[in-house]
């Protein structure tokens, strides 16, 4: 039997959750499907959880800074307690997010979809008809085609660590490399920022700046 919507989201991250809670306001019936814990990339593998890492290096950075001036003794990051105290804050956000899609009447459904029509989906066992479909899956990063790419992890794969490498190479010179690299420094990693351009952070400056 095919369900019916007036919008299915892909994804669950914070564009479909926010998609879907105003069209579910306006009266739409509403899906939403996630192949992976509800949540996405900003609460679960990215902005959120690097929020609390960072929050641990600046403690120490701060302490760090302020020794001789008052402040006495070595702070250090303990790293698997750093990790535990960030899966504190993401661990239950996938439950929360079910639960407010309940709340508010919204169906969700686990696992990939797949097109079986312009407007037709199939979901695990189930067949969905959505008059709206709307594609908030995310990103991923780019390939960059050189040897020994294998070896490399992503945003993702660096929040997750259970254990501190004591060398780590970043590629690219962004804000993630920017703030990932004093994240890894200030928790004790050497780090080496590989960047094709003259400076980090090339294309950062917001243009209401200049000029």
């Given at each position: 039997m095919t369900k019916r919507y007036d919008l299915i989201a892909i994804g669950a991250g914070t564009a479909a959750m926010t998609a879907a809670m105003r069209v579910r306001a306006g009266g739409w019936t509403v899906a939403v499907i996630d192949h992976r814990p509800f949540g996405g990339t900003w609460a679960l593998r990215g902005c959120d959880p690097k929020k609390m890492l960072?929050?641990?290096?600046?403690?120490?950075?701060?302490?760090?800074?302020?020794?001789?001036?008052?402040?006495?003794?070595?702070?250090?990051?303990?790293?698997?307690?750093?990790?535990?105290?960030?899966?504190?804050?993401?661990?239950?956000?996938?439950?929360?997010?079910?639960?407010?899609?309940?709340?508010?009447?919204?169906?969700?459904?686990?696992?990939?979809?797949?097109?079986?029509?312009?407007?037709?989906?199939?979901?695990?066992?189930?067949?969905?008809?959505?008059?709206?479909?709307?594609?908030?899956?995310?990103?991923?990063?780019?390939?960059?085609?050189?040897?020994?790419?294998?070896?490399?992890?992503?945003?993702?794969?660096?929040?997750?660590?259970?254990?501190?490498?004591?060398?780590?190479?970043?590629?690219?010179?962004?804000?993630?490399a920017a703030e990932f690299s004093h994240i890894a420094a200030r928790a004790g990693a050497k780090v080496t920022i590989l960047q094709h351009a003259d400076r980090m952070l090339k294309n950062s400056i917001p243009t209401w700046w200049a000029g």
């Open positions: 960072i929050g641990g290096a600046d403690a120490v950075d701060h302490a760090r800074r302020m020794h001789g001036k008052g402040a006495t003794g070595d702070v250090q990051i303990d790293w698997k307690e750093l990790m535990a105290f960030k899966r504190k804050f993401t661990d239950p956000v996938p439950e929360k997010m079910e639960q407010r899609y309940r709340n508010k009447g919204i169906d969700a459904y686990h696992g990939k979809a797949r097109f079986l029509g312009k407007n037709t989906l199939q979901v695990a066992g189930d067949v969905l008809e959505g008059k709206h479909i709307l594609l908030a899956s995310g990103a991923e990063p780019i390939k960059l085609n050189i040897p020994g790419e294998q070896h490399l992890m992503d945003n993702e794969g660096f929040l997750a660590l259970e254990t501190l490498p004591k060398r780590i190479a970043l590629v690219g010179g962004g804000f993630i």
